[in-house]
């Protein structure tokens, strides 16, 4: 089956912030405002070249537990940043916004600034954007089997409803900057048959247009889920 189509969920690792700030000597918190700025850009165009779920990674489990607390620090800044000031023209907008990973030990002031964030999402909305936040695929697949034991019915089917993102359909295209080739615990289950996207392009210079050789590479590649041709 040629799509020849826009993916209707992309996920992006949004990897290569530091090395851009190390590249100018500067640094690495603002190689992630760097990023900041990209991400506003793309999260606009990706709505309208009509993708409908649109995923960050935007601070996995390794990270929080294995950086320097002033980087985490100038992350969760940055974080204050984006929702202070996006959050009114995402919801003019008609954008919902969904928060995946174990936000429980982040500061109350993020927690409770995420969680307005998603209850304040409007209903139906054409377009959601998700920030994966202390996320990691290993730990969200053992606290859904947890979940699912507990209900009595270990399937493909419940567990998948007892992942962070139950009702986001999987993603399409896994895009990853920074010229790592890998996922990094990354929507391990949801990425069983997502196309993957790698481009050496540090995160804050993966522009507009970098994103749109992704979805033409996307439109042109063969998914056969399996099947033939
Ligand atoms: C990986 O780059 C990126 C991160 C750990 C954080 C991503 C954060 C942002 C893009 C900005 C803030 C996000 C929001 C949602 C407001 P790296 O530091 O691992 O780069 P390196 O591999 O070059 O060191």
Redo the contacts with the bound molecule.
Sequence with gaps: MKLGATPRHVGLI???????AKKRLLP?TV??GA??DA?VKLTAHAKEAGVEYFT?Y??STE?LKNRPQSEIDG?FN??RK?FTGNIGKLREGGTAVKIIGDISVLPQDIREMLQSAQSGSPEGAKFTLT?AINYGGRPEIVRAAQLAAASGEVTADSLAKNLYTAGLPDPDLIIRT?GEIRLSNFLLWQSAYAELYFTPV??PDFSVKEFDKALKEYSERNRRYGGIK
């Design positions: 949004m990897d290569g912030n530091g090395r851009w690495r190689g992630h990023g900041m991400l960050l935007a601070l990270n992350l940055l974080l984006y920030f920074g540090l995160f």
